[in-house]
Each structure stands twice: as C-alpha cells, then as structure tokens.
C-alpha cells in the first residue's frame, strides 16, 4: 500500500452498506489508510476516520515504565561476582 501524505482530494461518493449489523462503507483506493484499525469520531454531520499509528519509542518507553517502576525502595538481589581485576599484558 503506497504512503500517502495529506494531500487535498475531491470529494467522492462511495458506498454504504450492512456488515452483520454494523453499517460499514467502502472506501475507494485512493483514500485508503495504512493498518488495520482506525478511529472514528462524529463533528456534526460528519464522520471523521483517522488510522490508529503504531506507538512509538516514547509510547513504549512510557508503557515500561509504568508496568515496571524501580525505585529506591525496590530490592535487588547482591551479586557475588567480583569485578575482574585488571592485568598488565605488555
């Protein structure tokens, strides 16, 4: 599917029908959207569908750090293992 940047279309009319019971419509290709999954909101009379963006490094780094908060007050496990020394090899 080719990356499309906000480009400034015509309107163009396209087709609704039933999915089960969800009214679903079909969108032409050239107003496809990467993914699989969008948002959809209502302004008005108008619905607005936005293609839901995979999260980025920040999002992630945001979501380990509230699953796994360290802090002072967590315990970590002593190591027994002591540092190599250094050697002089020349």
Known sequence: ???RRHSTT???????FRNNRS??????VEFELPG????ISRDGDRLIIQPVRKPGLSA???QWANEL???PED??????????????IF
């Open 1 to 3: 599917m080719p990356q």
């Open 10 to 16: 015509s309107p163009k009319e396209a087709k609704l």
């Open 23 to 28: 009214q679903a419509v079909r969108i032409p």
């Open 36 to 39: 699989d999954k969008v948002l």
């Open 60 to 62: 992630l780094l945001a």
């Open 69 to 71: 908060p360290l802090g």
């Open 75 to 88: 315990d970590f496990p002593d190591i027994h293992d002591a540092p190599v020394r250094p050697e002089d």
